[in-house]
């Protein structure tokens, strides 16, 4: 009966990005020798998790709250919008201080093949959102992707007749970055960007 619950676990973690089933079992037997000072805090942080988690309705961001903790902080910069794919592009912005303002969350990107249009993603809540006096720009930070830029490009149009601004993340070379070790496409990106000194 044990033996089954632990290969359940081993499955269950399988599952998880990054973690394959040699990962799972690793992580499982850590946890079983560790099981006060962690199996059951996870146990109980991830129950907790399971029942309070909600999307938030103004972002889209997932936090325990409606509106979220980022909505809500009356630190940020109501001016600026940044639109992000997916709530882990949100968190990867998050942990740089180069950002303040406000995030919008598509849920996706626009994907023919696919099957996935405009009306399947959070569009018409960023409209809404532009269309607010306080809004002064909106920062498209969808990925450098064929459909991550197919999205970007559909965005802007439907924001020129917000009165707001509109620009796009820069592309190109990452500081410290060795050029012999970047693709072409970053290398494209990075001459069509250029700028003068």
């Given at each position: 009966?044990?033996?089954?619950?632990?290969?359940?676990?081993?499955?269950?973690?399988a599952?998880?990005?990054?973690?394959?089933?040699?990962?799972?079992?690793?992580?499982?037997?850590?946890?079983?020798?560790?099981?006060e000072?962690?199996?059951?805090?996870?146990?109980?942080?991830?129950?907790?998790?399971?029942?309070?988690?909600?999307?938030?309705?103004?972002?889209?961001n997932?936090?325990?709250?409606?509106?979220?903790?980022?909505?809500?902080?009356?630190?940020?910069?109501?001016?600026?919008?940044?639109?992000?794919?997916?709530?882990?592009?949100?968190?990867?912005?998050?942990?740089?201080?180069?950002?303040?303002?406000r995030?919008?969350?598509?849920?996706?990107?626009?994907?023919?093949?696919?099957?996935?249009?405009?009306?399947?993603?959070?569009?018409?809540?960023?409209?809404?959102?532009?269309?607010?006096?306080?809004?002064?720009?909106?920062?498209?930070?969808?990925?450098?992707?064929?459909?991550?830029?197919?999205?970007?490009?559909?965005?802007?149009?439907?924001?020129?007749?917000?009165?707001?601004?509109?620009?796009?993340?820069?592309?190109?070379?990452?500081?410290?970055?060795?050029?012999?070790?970047l693709?072409?496409?970053?290398?494209?990106?990075?001459?069509?960007?250029?700028?003068?000194?």
């Amino acid at each position: 009966m044990a033996e089954n619950q632990i290969d359940s676990l081993i499955q269950l973690l399988a599952k998880l990005p990054g973690l394959g089933p040699r990962s799972a079992r690793r992580a499982v037997l850590h946890l079983m020798k560790r099981r006060e000072s962690l199996l059951i805090p996870l146990t109980k942080a991830l129950e907790d998790a399971a029942e309070n988690l909600t999307t938030c309705s103004t972002c889209g961001n997932i936090d325990t709250r409606d509106p979220c903790g980022v909505c809500t902080n009356p630190k940020r910069n109501d001016a600026l919008i940044c639109v992000v794919e997916d709530v882990a592009d949100l968190w990867a912005l998050e942990k740089t201080p180069a950002f303040r303002g406000r995030f919008h969350i598509l849920g996706g990107t626009l994907s023919a093949l696919d099957g996935i249009g405009p009306e399947d993603l959070n569009i018409a809540g960023l409209l809404k959102r532009a269309r607010e006096d306080v809004v002064q720009e909106v920062i498209v930070a969808t990925n450098a992707t064929v459909d991550g830029q197919t999205t970007a490009h559909y965005i802007a149009e439907r924001l020129n007749d917000c009165n707001v601004k509109v620009s796009g993340l820069a592309h190109g070379v990452p500081i410290g970055g060795e050029l012999d070790y970047l693709d072409e496409g970053t290398l494209s990106a990075a001459l069509k960007a250029r700028h003068t000194f």
